[in-house]
């Protein structure tokens, strides 16, 4: 396993980030397609034997239980100070006002919360999940930082917004000599290249590592176009990700699997995780072949050729899974 520094700061991660949306109580939230905690463990396991250290999950997951089931694998199967843990905030976490959000108080509540079910005194990474539109940003980032401060969290992310958001974000920040972001969790893949426009390059002139979310495009760059899954048929959200004219760049990554003998997500993750500014892809795991072929896609390395074959079918997409403001 190859290990870098996050961005421009000192942590240092593993070249793969788990992600850890997959696990959690099925019956909890909106994600049927979850494993429970006994079918969860081995895959945490298997990563950590693999030498990854960091893990991404969110308060929102499965309602909590995604947060409670890594908590308890991590204190089973390593040591707290050689893994990275990363959890998010923002999704609604119970009915009425303060149950979402990124006020000082939704803040303040839910970092407690994630400490609790993660069982542990301090959070690596703590992410904001998306923009809120109703709480002014400086309130936020104070708040950011003072639980930094008082050591509940090392650092603090963030994940899809607009660029201009995260620049203003990350200028109030350091108007106030507050803690600034030092990642940001954004959806990047082959079929989805906006963040290409501004994101990506506004990360790289300030140092922020990218660690982007469904870098296999939920698995549709893994199999034939036709072929579904089982999250495929209750993902109401994935379903609005991808365009039919993605079929071709589908075709391009099998075809060059299928010339290198090895599996597609290998090819589709080697693209990835050799783009400028990406730290670490966060990869889901529901198989053993994904951890592995995770793994093995660091080892490739693609030619200038299968690059362009690669790249030059994309068209431009409708921008999507950033947080729109409340009509």
Not at 75 to 103: E, W, Y
Not at 180 to 192: A, E, G, K
Not at 263 to 279: K, T, Y
Request: charged share 25%; with cysteine; proline share 5%.
């Amino acid at each position: 396993m190859e290990y870098v520094r996050l961005g421009s700061s000192g942590l240092q991660v593993s070249r793969i980030c788990l992600g850890c949306m997959s696990y959690g109580a099925p019956d909890r939230g909106p994600h049927p397609w979850s494993l429970d905690e006994e079918t969860s463990r081995p895959f945490l396991r298997r990563a950590l034997d693999a030498g990854i250290n960091f893990f991404d999950t969110a308060n929102v997951y499965s309602d909590g239980t995604s947060e409670e089931y890594l908590g308890r694998a991590l204190r089973d199967f390593a040591s707290r100070d050689d893994v990275v843990i990363a959890t998010k905030l923002n999704g609604r976490m119970r009915p009425g006002p303060n149950g979402a959000g990124q006020s000082r108080k939704a803040i303040m509540t839910e970092v407690d919360h994630s400490l609790r079910r993660l069982g542990t005194d301090y959070i690596d990474l703590y992410q904001i999940h998306r923009w809120d539109h109703e709480t002014p940003i400086e309130e936020t980032m104070e708040a950011l930082h003072d639980v930094v401060k008082a050591g509940k969290v090392r650092y603090i992310g963030a994940s899809s917004m607009w660029a201009w958001e995260f620049a203003k974000a990350q200028y109030v920040a350091a108007a106030n000599g507050w803690t600034r972001f030092i990642s940001m969790q954004n959806h990047y893949n082959l079929l989805y290249r906006e963040e290409e426009r501004e994101m990506i390059p506004l990360c790289l002139d300030q140092g922020v590592g990218l660690i982007p979310w469904s870098p296999m495009a939920r698995g549709r760059l893994t199999r034939d176009w036709e072929q579904g899954s089982r999250r495929q048929e209750t993902d109401e959200f994935g379903s609005t990700l991808y365009l039919d004219e993605d079929r071709v760049i589908v075709d391009a990554v099998a075809a060059i699997a299928d010339e290198r003998d090895v599996p597609r997500a290998q090819i589709a993750l080697a693209w990835v995780a050799s783009r400028p500014g990406v730290s670490a892809p966060i990869v889901g795991a529901t198989a053993e072949s994904h951890i592995d072929d995770a793994v093995a896609a660091l080892s490739i390395e693609l030619t200038a050729d299968e690059v362009e074959r690669l790249e030059q079918p994309y068209q431009p997409h409708p921008v999507v899974g950033i947080a729109v403001p409340k009509r």
